[in-house]
């Protein structure tokens, strides 16, 4: 045999190799899963169903039920011991690859940030929230669908994805990173590094954004997202800003609708997203300084959510160095919202209007993220009770990612307990409908953070028929 003969064979060989490899990452799963003893929150219901059965067969629920379940003689038997099993929970508005940028200079620190450390950190924060159980997570801003590929074939752990790929942003918008020099100077034109690495993404016109949500499907986004209004991070945008003409909200509609899923906006008052909703947004990201009933109502008729970042209301945000410094932007925008708040939380009650789960956390150390993360949900708590948190959590949230459709990555039920739905699920120790910080809430944001990535009294979490964490 030559060189090159030889170069092939064992160039096919390698190839095969690596295929078998590949798919033996994926762990084999039991035929059945048997949970005994179990108190039931379906996610639904306010109530625990005690003393239940529930069967899981390969990564989806079979049945629930208070008498006994025959199951295979083979079946793995899980007792719970009178522990609550609930739906694993979902965080809608997670930014895995901006998380644990730990670095002063905030979003601008990307600049100087390599992929190999932003992608770290993001799997890193991808596997905390698995551990501390959240088992899907959606994504907001910059995750393409990379991860989530090694995380389903196995080779990775994490929870599900839900993402939108590049956020899209007009020039001078929220997702408008660029350095004054590549504004103003010499560099005039030329794109920053957070979009240079797909982060974000500037449109400006129809065209432009009907590109850019194309770009985002083409690259495994399962939905887009557009800023239509100012931010509270950036810099270039005032926060009472308007972003985004009708036309390209409407784009982005075009586009999503024709792949049968849905559009996200980042909005925070009655302007930005009233024109959103109007355009036929799905999904409004903050919405923290709505101060019109009339705008409520509409975000009900259209059946869209809100996903407030609650930790936003809190005058606890007023410690931060950033937020609650005197002399920096930042405090007046937090004041603005902080003052929203009980007028924000009636009209969001009275009205009954969707309200989504997510935390939203951006730039911080590790630790702080953690710590700002388990705030969220007991100001959540707070705010909206106990049980209506726990339906964010798990079924409104599992509503939220339905809305994407045909193109839903994961086209069974999530974030309930019911047959068909899948096997996405928590052992908790108590009762969450009693005590929201069985789960990790806490109510200070400034809490020495847990050293670990679990939660103490969440022993056990299963994703997709799979135990990734059994503490029993
Ligand atoms: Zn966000």
Same mark, same amino acid.
């Given at each position: 045999?030559?060189? %090159?003969?030889?170069?092939?064979?064992?160039? @096919?060989?390698?190839?095969? +190799?690596?295929?078998?490899? &590949?798919?033996?990452?994926?762990? #084999?799963?039991?035929?059945?899963?048997?949970?005994?003893?179990?108190?039931?929150?379906?996610?639904?219901?306010?109530? +625990?169903?005690?003393?239940?059965?529930?069967?899981? #067969?390969? *990564?989806?629920?079979?049945?629930?039920?208070? $008498?006994?379940?025959?199951?295979?003689?083979?079946?793995?038997?899980?007792?719970?011991?009178?522990?609550?099993?609930?739906?694993?929970?979902?965080?809608?508005?997670?930014?895995?690859?901006?998380?644990?940028?730990?670095?002063?200079?905030? =979003?601008?620190?990307?600049?100087?940030?390599?992929? $190999?450390?932003?992608?770290?950190?993001?799997?890193?924060?991808?596997?905390?929230?698995?551990?501390?159980?959240?088992?899907? @997570?959606? /994504?907001?801003? !910059?995750?393409?669908?990379?991860?989530?590929?090694?995380? #389903? %074939?196995?080779?990775?752990?994490?929870?599900?994805?839900?993402?939108?790929?590049?956020?899209?942003?007009?020039?001078?918008?929220?997702?408008?990173?660029?350095?004054?020099?590549?504004? +103003?100077?010499?560099?005039?034109?030329?794109?920053?590094?957070?979009?240079?690495?797909?982060?974000?993404?500037?449109?400006?016109?129809? /065209? #432009?954004?009907?590109?850019?949500?194309? *770009?985002?499907?083409?690259?495994?986004?399962?939905?887009?997202?557009?800023?239509?209004?100012?931010?509270?991070?950036?810099?270039?945008?005032?926060?009472?800003?308007?972003?985004?003409?009708?036309?390209?909200?409407?784009?982005?509609?075009?586009?999503?609708?024709?792949?049968?899923?849905?559009?996200?906006?980042?909005?925070?008052?009655?302007?930005?997203?009233?024109?959103?909703?109007?355009?036929?947004?799905?999904?409004? $990201?903050?919405?923290?300084?709505? @101060?019109?009933?009339?705008?409520?109502?509409?975000?009900?008729?259209?059946?869209?959510?809100?996903?407030?970042?609650?930790?936003?209301?809190?005058?606890?945000?007023?410690?931060?160095?950033?937020?609650?410094?005197?002399?920096?932007?930042?405090?007046?925008?937090?004041?603005?919202? =902080?003052?929203?708040?009980?007028?924000?939380?009636?009209?969001?009650?009275?009205?009954? =209007?969707?309200?989504?789960? !997510?935390?939203?956390?951006?730039?911080?150390?590790?630790?702080?993220?953690?710590?700002?993360?388990?705030?969220?949900?007991?100001?959540?708590?707070?705010?909206?009770?106990? &049980?209506?948190?726990?339906?964010?959590?798990? %079924?409104? *949230?599992?509503?939220?990612?339905?809305?994407?459709?045909?193109?839903?990555?994961?086209?069974?039920?999530?974030?309930?307990?019911?047959?068909?739905?899948?096997?996405? =699920?928590?052992?908790?120790?108590? *009762?969450?409908? $009693?005590?929201?910080?069985?789960?990790?809430? %806490?109510? /200070?944001?400034?809490?020495?953070?847990?050293?670990?990535?679990?939660?103490?009294?969440?022993?056990?979490?299963?994703?997709?028929?799979?135990?990734?964490?059994?503490?029993?």
């Amino acid at each position: 045999m030559n060189l %090159s003969v030889i170069t092939r064979v064992f160039g @096919v060989a390698a190839m095969v +190799l690596s295929v078998f490899t &590949y798919a033996q990452d994926k762990a #084999e799963l039991p035929e059945q899963t048997l949970f005994k003893n179990v108190n039931v929150f379906n996610g639904v219901d306010k109530q +625990l169903y005690k003393n239940y059965f529930v069967l899981v #067969e390969k *990564n989806r629920i079979k049945a629930v039920s208070p $008498e006994p379940i025959a199951a295979n003689a083979k079946a793995v038997v899980v007792d719970g011991s009178g522990r609550t099993l609930m739906p694993g929970l979902i965080d809608a508005h997670v930014h895995l690859n901006l998380q644990y940028l730990n670095n002063p200079a905030a =979003i601008d620190g990307v600049s100087n940030m390599t992929w $190999e450390e932003i992608g770290a950190m993001a799997y890193d924060a991808a596997q905390e929230f698995l551990y501390s159980g959240f088992t899907t @997570v959606r /994504d907001l801003c !910059g995750m393409h669908d990379g991860m989530r590929k090694h995380i #389903e %074939s196995g080779t990775l752990i994490g929870p599900r994805m839900y993402l939108a790929g590049a956020c899209i942003s007009q020039t001078s918008g929220h997702g408008d990173w660029r350095t004054n020099a590549q504004v +103003l100077g010499d560099d005039g034109n030329k794109v920053g590094q957070v979009q240079a690495l797909g982060i974000t993404t500037l449109a400006d016109g129809a /065209d #432009e954004v009907l590109k850019a949500c194309r *770009n985002n499907l083409a690259g495994g986004a399962d939905f887009c997202k557009m800023m239509a209004g100012g931010g509270v991070t950036s810099m270039r945008d005032p926060l009472h800003s308007i972003q985004g003409t009708m036309d390209e909200l409407k784009a982005m509609v075009t586009a999503t609708s024709q792949w049968d899923t849905v559009g996200a906006v980042h909005a925070y008052h009655d302007d930005s997203v009233e024109r959103a909703l109007k355009a036929g947004m799905m999904s409004i $990201e903050h919405g923290n300084l709505m @101060v019109k009933k009339s705008t409520f109502k509409l975000v009900k008729k259209k059946g869209a959510f809100v996903v407030p970042a609650m930790a936003g209301f809190s005058e606890q945000l007023l410690k931060h160095p950033q937020y609650g410094n005197p002399d920096l932007p930042l405090r007046g925008k937090v004041m603005q919202i =902080i003052e929203n708040y009980d007028n924000w939380l009636k009209l969001a009650n009275e009205t009954n =209007i969707n309200i989504g789960y !997510g935390t939203d956390v951006v730039v911080s150390s590790k630790l702080a993220s953690r710590g700002i993360r388990d705030f969220q949900m007991g100001q959540f708590s707070e705010g909206f009770g106990n &049980y209506k948190t726990l339906v964010a959590l798990t %079924s409104a *949230n599992g509503r939220l990612m339905a809305l994407t459709g045909k193109n839903n990555p994961y086209p069974a039920k999530l974030g309930v307990i019911e047959q068909g739905a899948y096997a996405d =699920i928590i052992l908790v120790d108590g *009762n969450p409908l $009693e005590d929201i910080s069985v789960l990790g809430a %806490s109510f /200070d944001m400034w809490a020495a953070p847990r050293a670990s990535r679990e939660i103490k009294s969440i022993p056990f979490v299963m994703k997709d028929g799979q135990v990734f964490l059994n503490k029993l």
